[in-house]
Structures are given as C-alpha cells and as structure tokens.
C-alpha cells in the first residue's frame, strides 16, 4: 500500500462523509474494539512508551505488569515474532512519522491501518550493522542472478521461455504474508527474496526438474552451476532450495493470473 492510499483512508476515518454515501465506518463508531494478535501488540508499545489513547505523547512512560508482558509475548508469537526487539522501536517511530502528517491520529487508528502495510523488510533499519551488511550482499546476489536469468531468456524463441513473472511485495498491500519481499518466476526457475522478523535477507529457489527438456543441456548446465555456485558459496547460509511440491508447468500459468504479479516478456537477443 502506497502512504498516498494509506493517509487517504485515515483522513475517511477523520471525516468521514454520511453513512449512505459511503460504506467506510468510523472505528469510534463501534461500540467494541477487538484488536487483531498484531494490533494488540502495537496498542501495547504505543502505551508503554507513553502514547495515550487519544494520541498524545507524553513522557509517562508505562511500566507493565507481569501479565500484560506475558499476553503481549503471546500475541507476539501468533504474528510470528520471536521477541519484540526490532518491532516495538519500528511500531513507535512510524506511529511519531505519522503523527506528523496526521495531527488528530491515535493508537487504535494507527493499528487498525498499519498492519495492512507492515511488512518485515521495515524492521532492516533497526538490525545490527552486520545484519544490514549481509543484506546488501544478499540483495546484490539476488539482482545478479534475476539479471543472468532475463539474459539465458534472450536466447530462446518459444515465448514461454522468455516470459517472466514479477512481483514486488513491498510496494503492494502485503496479503498476510510479511516475508516475501520480491519473486522473480520464469518458466524453468523460480527465485524468491524473503525477510524474517529480524530483517534478515535470504534467497529462496527451485529449478524446474524438467530444465534441460526446455533449455537444453549447454543453458541447462549454466543455470544449474550458477545456482550450485550461490548456494555452497559465500551465501550458502543465505540460500535455500525449496521444493514447489506441485506441478511447475501448471503453477507457472495459474500464477500469471494473480493481481500485482506483472508479466513481461523478454527480448530475443539478436544473433
């Protein structure tokens, strides 16, 4: 979700306009808020850190009891979350940004729209140094192979072979799945960029069994050493095979279907 579309559907809930022209309902409107495991756990750190509920910040900070910390622990490990260390810093710096642009936000509106943006890729700015040093290089290993898979594609005249599937999960809505931060798919690999919960990078693959049938034994062969080579190399605690555990010729074309996977096609190199 862009920040556009995320202060525009704060501001509906600011002002909202009569209820028969629009079906977007204030959140002070409802009698009783549920909170979502994620939007407990925000709730919590902007309380903690001395953001009352109508969103001013105070210095009183709060000192939880022992049972607060452990609910809040339990909502932490539905979310996935080891431990809160990256995420409470993330939650209260996004909510002060806000806050800025948005004078009259408070807590509840902040967790009931930012866990559709939240994504882990948030979390790198606040990993150690060596983290984020090994994220650039898993970054770098990660465009260089896209780009050496885009030039075997120029080889080949069939368009299945020369067709890619992209997406950027960083720049969509996240569809309940914070770990994926890009997929590059063609019709004989499948590369993915993931993050955990610590801001740490990591490459996923899978090679189509049938590789050769389709590239041929000399692409064949390049493909498989530049992979063999990634992953027993420098990044070899970076990068995992993962088995797609279904067919691949029927998941490459169902996945050509899905909203915000963008489908190029690449150009034959010219002989």
Same mark, same amino acid.
């Not at 882990?120 to 650039?136: D, G, P, R």
């Not at 990044?235 to 995992?240: N, T």
């Given at each position: 979700?862009?920040?556009?579309?995320?202060?525009?559907?704060?501001?509906?809930?600011?002002?909202?306009?009569?209820?028969?022209?629009?079906?977007?309902?204030?959140?002070?409107?409802?009698?009783?808020?549920?909170?979502?495991?994620?939007?407990?756990?925000?709730?919590?750190?902007?309380?903690?850190?001395?953001?009352?509920?109508?969103?001013?910040?105070?210095?009183?900070?709060?000192?939880?009891?022992?049972?607060?910390?452990?609910?809040?622990?339990?909502?932490?490990?539905?979310?996935?979350?080891?431990?809160?260390?990256?995420?409470?810093?993330?939650?209260?710096?996004?909510?002060?940004?806000?806050?800025?642009?948005?004078?009259?936000?408070?807590?509840?509106?902040?967790?009931?729209?930012?866990?559709?943006?939240?994504?882990?890729?948030?979390? @790198?700015?606040? &990993?150690?140094? *060596?983290?984020?040093?090994?994220? /650039?290089?898993t970054k770098e290993y990660y465009d260089t192979t896209r780009g050496f898979l885009i030039e075997i594609q120029g080889y080949f005249e069939a368009l299945d072979l020369r067709t890619r599937i992209e997406c950027n999960f960083t720049e969509t809505e996240n569809w309940n799945n914070r770990f994926r931060v890009e997929e590059f798919i063609t019709s004989f690999t499948k590369l993915s960029l993931n993050v955990n919960t610590f801001g740490k990078l990591s490459i996923n693959y899978f090679i189509n069994p049938h590789l050769r049938e389709l590239v041929g034994e000399s692409l064949g062969d390049a493909v498989e050493k530049h992979? @063999?080579?990634? &992953?027993?190399? *420098?990044?070899?605690?970076?990068? /995992?095979?993962?088995?797609?555990?279904?067919?691949y010729d029927k998941y490459f074309k169902e996945i050509q279907t899905i909203p915000n996977y963008k489908v190029t096609v690449t150009e034959q190199n010219s002989l």
């Open positions: 979700m862009t920040g556009n579309s995320f202060y525009n559907k704060l501001q509906n809930l600011l002002f909202p306009v009569d209820e028969h022209e629009s079906d977007i309902l204030p959140v002070s409107s409802c009698h009783y808020y549920n909170p979502s495991p994620f939007q407990k756990v925000m709730l919590d750190y902007l309380t903690w850190n001395g953001i009352d509920k109508k969103g001013n910040v105070t210095n009183k900070k709060a000192y939880p009891a022992l049972t607060e910390i452990q609910e809040n622990r339990t909502a932490l490990r539905e979310c996935g979350f080891a431990n809160g260390m990256y995420i409470e810093k993330l939650i209260v710096s996004e909510f002060l940004e806000m806050k800025l642009n948005i004078p009259d936000l408070n807590p509840v509106m902040f967790a009931n729209f930012y866990e559709e943006q939240y994504h882990n890729i948030k979390l @790198a700015k606040f &990993a150690t140094l *060596e983290t984020q040093k090994s994220n /650039k290089i992979f @063999a080579e990634l &992953a027993n190399g *420098e990044m070899k605690d970076f990068v /995992k095979m993962v088995p797609l555990n279904r067919r």
